[in-house]
């Protein structure tokens, strides 16, 4: 027996359930794509896969909407593949092991796909109806979504003439999202020389951070391990001759990072004055954001032949890392409390012949997401390295003149007895490739109430479901 057989609609969750027996992970995405291209030809169903594994379906209009503007429904077909430790699971080989608790839905040990599995049984079941009052429907698939929207930024939107979007890639009930950042990865290189030199070894270690989303929580005030390192050791500099054999720090671009370490190899001095003040000083300063925040000092032991930057190299890393620009960079005056222009240094590495640092550079304005780019390289320049910029994504610019915003708004009343939140977002999601792509796109993104998304704890709400559903399909019935 299905683990969501009887739940209400009915026809969302079996889909749903079907997606969950399905592999795909991010880079995984062939089998789910297959399956959505054998949907279509089971029903005779309009569609196209591309290269990519994207997919778009075509539906005509029901009777009485013929000569209704199209609709696309939008949403993504990958997941996050994440585990608990002693899950079994082989994302790569098997399906979701479903859960369902007290109305809530999760799987066990893993994450459960709602992001955005949601969406693809939402449109499954109403291209699967006969019965739902609709405009003509085009259902696009995307994939890659959750490694930098690579499937939206792929595709081909020639074939496409919606202008009026569904995207249901939110995790909030209640919550419209109408605009969003734009963004480009940003990566600074500085090279450095390296020579054999000896002495006491140190692992100095920034740790006990809580880090976040770069773009959700930037404006947490939370603490970045690799710029905090990088004021660290522009403070040890004042007590003694020392050189840097490596530094490293985060995982991921789009994430503040938690750790960030640093090998010294010191030639003289005592640190460990400095050491103790800068650990008050940083507890004091992030006491309410990063209580945990220490800084660990660990003797390595005296040795020689040790392969080290130059003393020049050094200082140039150092004052890269102190002067780099970070955080929120301005706020928005339109949307008040929005985050209008941001960057996160995510990822630092030590490699063969450079340091790296990776930004996130986020801003819903262009030309102030091109500005801070260009104050990267400026800085790199002058220190004599230099920047690659990759992945870039446009922003969502807010609409003051939305019609189907205005009609969401005007439905949700309606159904709920009070007012949405309308919202802007200062992180990427596919509706500004979209909207980049397809001028005069007017789109709204939502969806319903999903907790610890991307974490083994993700759960989706049933009931929450059941009303989304319910405003789905007043808003097709609405736009004929």
């Known amino acids: 027996m299905a683990v969501l057989e009887g739940l209400e609609p009915q026809e969302v969750f079996r889909w749903f359930e079907a997606i969950c027996g399905i592999p795909h992970g991010s880079s995984d995405t062939g089998r789910i794509s297959d399956f959505l291209v054998d949907f279509a030809v089971q029903r005779g169903l309009k569609y196209r896969q591309d290269e990519w594994n994207n997919v778009i379906i075509w539906k005509a209009a029901s009777p009485g909407y013929e000569q209704s503007a199209p609709v696309m429904l939008q949403g993504h077909m990958d997941m996050v593949c994440e585990k608990e430790a ?61 490694i930098g929207m690579l499937g939206a930024a792929a595709m081909d939107c020639s074939d496409l003439h919606s202008r009026i979007m569904l995207n249901l890639d939110s995790e909030d009930e209640g919550h419209l999202l109408v605009s969003c950042a734009g963004g480009v990865t940003t990566e600074a290189h500085l090279p450095v020389v390296w020579e054999t030199a000896g002495g006491e070894v140190i692992r100095l270690t920034i740790t006990g951070l809580q880090g976040g989303h770069s773009g959700v929580e930037i404006d947490k005030g939370r603490g970045n391990a690799c710029r905090l390192l990088g004021r660290t050791l522009y403070a040890l500099k004042e007590a003694g001759n020392f050189r840097l054999l490596r530094l490293d720090g985060g995982m991921k671009d789009n994430a503040i990072p938690r750790e960030a370490v640093a090998e010294l190899v010191c030639e003289s001095g005592d640190y460990s004055r400095i050491i103790d003040g800068l650990r008050e000083m940083y507890r004091n300063e992030y006491r309410q954001t990063d209580p945990d925040i220490d800084i660990l000092w660990e003797r390595q032991g005296v040795k020689t032949g040790q392969k080290a930057m130059t003393s020049r190299d050094t200082d140039r890393v150092i004052a890269a890392l102190v002067n780099l620009p970070g955080g929120i960079q301005r706020m928005s005056f339109d949307i008040p409390g929005l985050v209008q222009t941001s960057l996160n240094l995510g990822i630092m590495i030590t490699k063969q012949e450079e340091v790296s640092f990776s930004f996130s550079v986020r801003s819903s304005i262009g030309s102030e997401k091109e500005e801070l780019v260009q104050r990267i390289q400026c800085l790199m320049e002058a220190l004599g390295g230099s920047v690659t910029c990759t992945g870039a994504y446009p922003a969502w610019e807010y609409r003051q003149d939305s019609p189907l915003r205005d009609l969401m708004i005007q439905i949700y009343q309606e159904q709920y007895g009070e007012k949405p939140v309308v919202e802007a977002l200062h992180a990427g999601v596919e509706c500004g490739l979209f909207a980049g792509k397809l001028p005069g796109l007017d789109c709204v993104s939502f969806g319903p109430d999903m907790d610890d998304i991307h974490t083994p704890k993700e759960s989706m709400n049933v009931e929450s479901v059941r009303r989304t559903w319910k405003y789905v399909l007043e808003i097709l019935r609405r736009l004929k």
Request: charged fraction near 30%; glycine fraction near 10%; charge should be negative.
């Open 86 to 146: 002693d899950c079994d699971i082989d994302f790569a080989a098997e399906g979701l092991r479903l859960k369902l608790q007290d109305g809530v839905i999760f799987a066990e040990g893993t994450t459960l796909g709602g992001d955005d599995g949601i969406a693809v049984a939402y449109a499954l079941a109403i291209l699967d109806a006969e019965d739902i009052p609709h405009p003509p429907l085009e259902a696009v698939f995307t994939v890659d979504e959750e």
